[in-house]
T-cell receptor, first 111, second 114 residues
Framework: GNSVTQMEGPVTLSEEAFLTINCTYT??????LFWYVQYPGEGLQLLLK?????DKGSNKGFEATYRKETTSFHLEKGSVQVSDSAVYFC??????????FGKGTKLTVNP | DTGVSQDPRHKITKRGQNVTFRCDPI?????LYWYRQTLGQGPEFLTY????????KSRLLSDRFSAERPKGSFSTLEIQRTEQGDSAMYLC????????????FGPGTRLTVT
C-alpha cells in the first residue's frame, strides 16, 4: 500500500542554520506530494505541494522537489528562524485523494 | 470564509459513553475528510464524503464509529461505547476535490476517554 517515511525527530537547530527533513514515499501511480506544518497550538496547514515529477514546491523560504527516480520529497530551507519551530508532516495523495501522512518531524530553532 | 470549524474543541468522557463531534467545512467544498491523530503520529485517514455520499471507510473505523454528512454540508462523527484507545485528536478537512487540490484542516477535537 501507499506509505510515507520521514526523518525521525526531534531536530534542533540554531537560527540561520540550513534545514533538511528527508521524506520518501511508496505509492502506486503518480501521487501528489505535500508538506504540512503544525505550529504549536494550531491546526495543520499546507506548506507546499508538488503534483508531478520534477515539480518544485516552495513557500516561505521552504522548498521541496518531487523526485520520482528516488521516490523522495525532501524539505529544505536555507536559513531557519525561531518562528519555523513546528512539527512538519510529509504526505501523499492517493488515487482516492485521501492523504497518507508520515509520522512528523518536530523542529526546534533556538535563537 | 472562516475556514473549517470543529466542535467541540475538547471532550472528556468516561469509557462506555457515546460522543458526537461536528465539522463545518468551507462552504463551497464538496469533499469532507475525517482523520485521527494520536500523540507522536501523523494523521490517519478514517473516512471521506463527496457531497452527502460516504465513499470510503478505513479499517480503523470500527462498527462503533459512524459518520454522516446530511445534505452535503456539515458532518458528524459519532463514537459509541468509547474505549480508552479512542483517545486522540479527531481532525476534519475539506477540499474542492482533485488530487492537486489542497485539503484545509480544522483545529481538531481532542477526545480524552477516562
Amino acid at each position: 500500500g501507499n506509505s510515507v517515511t520521514q526523518m525521525e525527530g526531534p531536530v534542533t537547530l540554531s537560527e540561520e542554520a540550513f534545514l533538511t527533513i528527508n521524506c520518501t514515499y511508496t505509492a502506486t501511480g503518480y501521487p501528489s506530494l505535500f508538506w504540512y506544518v503544525q505550529y504549536p497550538g494550531e491546526g495543520l496547514q499546507l506548506l507546499l505541494k508538488a503534483t508531478k515529477a520534477d515539480d518544485k514546491g516552495s513557500n516561505k523560504g521552504f522548498e521541496a522537489t518531487y523526485r520520482k527516480e528516488t521516490t523522495s520529497f525532501h524539505l529544505e530551507k536555507g536559513s531557519v528562524q525561531v518562528s519555523d519551530s513546528a512539527v512538519y508532516f510529509c504526505a501523499l495523495s492517493d488515487p482516492s485523494e485521501k492523504l497518507v501522512f508520515g509520522k512528523g518531524t518536530k523542529l526546534t530553532v533556538n535563537p | 470564509d472562516t475556514g473549517v470549524s470543529q466542535d467541540p474543541r475538547h471532550k472528556i468522557t468516561k469509557r462506555g459513553q457515546n460522543v458526537t463531534f461536528r465539522c463545518d467545512p468551507i462552504s463551497e467544498h464538496n469533499r469532507l475528510y475525517w482523520y485521527r491523530q494520536t500523540l507522536g503520529q501523523g494523521p490517519e485517514f478514517l473516512t471521506y464524503f463527496q457531497n452527502e455520499a460516504q465513499l470510503e471507510k478505513s479499517r480503523l473505523l470500527s462498527d462503533r464509529f459512524s459518520a454522516e454528512r446530511p445534505k452535503g454540508s456539515f458532518s458528524t462523527l459519532e463514537i459509541q461505547r468509547t474505549e480508552q484507545g479512542d483517545s486522540a485528536m479527531y481532525l476534519c478537512a475539506s477540499s474542492l476535490g482533485g488530487v492537486s487540490h489542497e485539503q484545509y484542516f480544522g483545529p481538531g477535537t481532542r477526545l480524552t476517554v477516562t
